[in-house]
């Protein structure tokens, strides 16, 4: 039996003591886990630093301050997300009890990504732990030193058997694959995807796919273009660019190029000092496949701004390109990384026919100060998600729903989101052994008295107030009586 098989059928046989159904396990758990966040931040970040070159203070900015929020908003609400919830009755169902009631789904894989792989691998586990289940937690290999600290110290601080860490690359996930979950939740590339969804229906697995895609950015001319550039700036070169819902691309009018690319370029200057080379806050490319993955993007290009790069320091400076076609290399697939291309179009039509001849993609930016406008970008396009006038900060909202739609992915976590996406919505319909007659219109033979009185019950709307339900308890009592 391998490594893997092993760690999965420990965390069945754990999950089957039925001891993460109790609402006090899941909690100390959940807290547990918030305990490691705050008393590992060290470790965390010396291996950020290593694997991303992520600064000490960029550590809690992008992955652990989210992750104590998401945690303590579990901790907050869990009783009342996980209590049975009353629906709404029908005539039918009047005097029976009518509720969900979510329940754990078993035994959920998470495989996370390197780029910002506490918050990508973390935030899921905390939703699965949230709804009782058992969690096999896989890393991300190409993060090497994050993985080992989650690998080394996640086990102190959870139940080792219902939430084991299974490292490795390519041959540890395709065993863990083999083995049969109730969820898989992956957050990565779409090639993967597909081996992971072909891999989950040999035994009917539903998947929670966290993808990414081409954002768009679209800056209209009616809007505070400092303002708008310095928020795309951040947005794009945040973690070197290497962030799934960074906006990959611009679209603005021909008469704003000029000037996007200098207030662009000032801010990089004020975010990243002259040389971001040297500069703490600026990370670097993961590897060496990236860079050069990068590097071969830019053919065909003319670069504005930066454009420096150094192979043996995975290093690529904050780069923009102008004029770019839509049929050049850098458009033909997600940049994932600091190049940030401008296209022009001449009206918001235009650009709404750009994006909507693309793959729907994570996120969709728009810059404008026309309401109007915002509204009408959102009703003609489709996406994961819509940030106007700001980017990456729909991410942070626990209120909203997180995921993709299409080719950027599927499913959503977040706050309750990621609490009922890892849960079997059951639902429950208690009847009483009472009141037979009422049943009489249901059973042979059938005639059209009967279809009638099945028609009045059944299409019938009745506002439920406490007069409205003695009405109809009343006139269930003429139906049971001359039926």
């Keep these: 039996m391998s490594r893997e098989q092993k760690a999965v059928d420990r965390a069945r046989k754990a999950f089957l003591t039925g001891r993460s159904k109790s609402l006090e396990y899941r909690i100390t758990q959940l807290k547990n886990l918030l305990r490691f966040v705050k008393e590992r931040q060290m470790e965390i970040s010396e291996g950020l630093k290593k694997d991303l070159r992520r600064s000490e203070c960029g550590t809690p900015l992008y992955e652990t301050l989210g992750l104590e929020s998401e945690i303590n908003l579990a901790v907050r609400n869990l009783k009342q997300w996980a209590a049975p919830r009353p629906v709404s009755k029908s005539m039918m169902t009047i005097s029976d009890q009518v509720y969900i009631q979510p329940e754990p789904l078993g035994v959920v894989l998470v495989i996370g990504a390197w780029n910002y792989p506490w918050a990508v691998t973390i935030g899921p586990l905390v939703g699965a732990m949230a709804a009782g289940n058992a969690a096999v937690i896989k890393p991300s290999e190409v993060s090497s030193h994050t993985s080992k600290v989650m690998e080394d110290l996640l086990p102190l601080y959870l139940d080792k058997e219902l939430y084991p860490v299974v490292t490795g690359g390519v041959t540890e996930t395709q065993e863990l694959l083999k083995q049969r979950f109730d969820h898989i939740f992956y957050t990565g590339n779409g090639t993967v995807a597909k081996i992971i969804m072909e891999a989950a229906a040999k035994h009917l697995t539903p998947t929670t796919l966290e993808l990414g895609g081409k954002s768009p950015c679209y800056i209209d001319k009616n809007c505070d273009l400092s303002i708008a550039c310095r928020r795309i700036a951040w ?110 179009v001449s009206s918001a039509d235009e650009a709404i026919k750009f994006i909507n001849q693309r793959e729907k993609p994570l996120a969709l930016y728009i810059f404008s100060s026309d309401n109007k406008l915002i509204k009408r970008m959102i009703a003609e396009t489709s996406s994961g998600g819509v940030l106007a006038n700001d980017c990456l900060m729909h991410f942070s909202v626990t209120s909203l729903p997180f995921g993709g739609v299409g080719n950027s992915g599927m499913g959503h976590y977040h706050g309750k989101y990621g609490f009922d996406n890892l849960s079997h919505l059951r639902g429950c319909l208690i009847k009483q052994l009472k009141m037979e007659g009422v049943n009489k219109m249901r059973y042979p033979p059938h005639t059209a008295d009967k279809l009638g009185w099945a028609r009045f019950f059944i299409l019938k709307h009745v506002d439920f107030g406490s007069l409205g339900r003695m009405a109809l308890l009343a006139l269930m009592a003429v139906f049971v009586k001359f039926l």
Excluded at 315 to 330: F, Q
């Design 235 to 344: 947005g794009k070169y945040s973690n070197c660019g290497q962030t799934c819902i960074a906006p990959d691309y611009i679209l603005c009018d021909p008469s704003m190029q000029d000037r996007v690319i200098e207030e662009i370029k000032k801010n990089i200057k004020e975010f990243y000092t002259e040389d971001p080379k040297k500069c703490q806050d600026y990370g670097r490319i993961i590897n060496q496949r990236h860079f050069k993955r990068l590097m071969a993007l830019l053919d065909g290009s003319t670069i504005a701004v930066g454009g420096e790069n150094e192979e043996s320091e995975c290093y690529i400076g904050p780069t923009v390109l102008r004029d770019v076609k839509p049929d050049a290399k850098v458009m033909q697939e997600e940049i994932f990384g600091p190049l940030l291309p401008i296209l022009t």
